[in-house]
């Protein structure tokens, strides 16, 4: 069924425009599974049935424009956009981190954040909150968005490579070395911050 599933995907034009709106509204919509979707490409790239250039574009494309449509909505509804972000406990607590670490390291976080969960909705609007200058943003934004599409995808790709006869392990094996990616980071991150607090 899986690879019933893969196949018609992967033969299928609207694959494209597919991972272009995942990866558009993902940035405001966190429940879109834009990973997901990249990792799927990137090991139907591996068996021939969609292009991995093609793959890489459309999701960089779209982190792009969606990364863009974050910033102005906080920007130009920061009141409103403050309050949907930080609702609960963990989303004011991503809404302080990410203008505490925007103050600390400025545009580079756009590049970083985007690999945590969760890091890339909050940094993006709080970027738009906090009137982070917008050519700055636009910079490591687009630099962002080429590496995650070509990094997120290529982990699929060599993935679908791996095992080549068996599409499910591929996705596992895919799946689980982004996720250990994003867990990575966050470790370091956590590991820094606790170096800091205890000086």
């Not at 600390?104 to 890339?120: C, D, E, S, T, Y």
Request: proline share 3%.
């Amino acid at each position: 069924m899986f690879d019933y599933l893969l196949d018609v995907l992967g033969n299928s034009w609207w694959a494209y425009p597919l991972i272009l709106f995942s990866c558009t509204f993902d940035a405001v919509l966190p429940i879109l599974p834009s990973e997901t979707a990249l990792l799927t490409g990137g090991i139907l790239a591996a068996d021939g049935s969609m292009l991995l250039a093609g793959v890489i574009a459309m999701a960089a494309i779209g982190a792009f424009a969606g990364d863009n449509i974050a910033y102005w909505i906080g920007h130009s509804a920061d009141d409103w956009a403050r309050r949907w972000i930080a609702r609960g406990d963990r989303g004011k607590r991503s809404l302080e981190w990410a203008h505490r670490e925007l103050e600390r390291h400025g545009g580079p976080l756009v590049i970083v954040a985007r690999f945590l969960p969760g890091g890339r909705t909050a940094t993006t609007i709080a970027c738009g909150v906090l009137d982070f200058p917008y050519r700055q943003f636009l910079a490591y934004d687009a630099a962002g968005a080429v590496v995650w599409a070509t990094f997120t995808t290529l982990i699929g790709y060599l993935g679908g490579n791996a095992f080549a006869d068996n599409t499910i392990a591929a996705f596992a094996v895919s799946f689980g070395a982004a996720l250990a990616l994003a867990g990575a980071i966050e470790l370091i991150r956590w590991l820094r911050r606790r170096a800091v607090v205890s000086r």
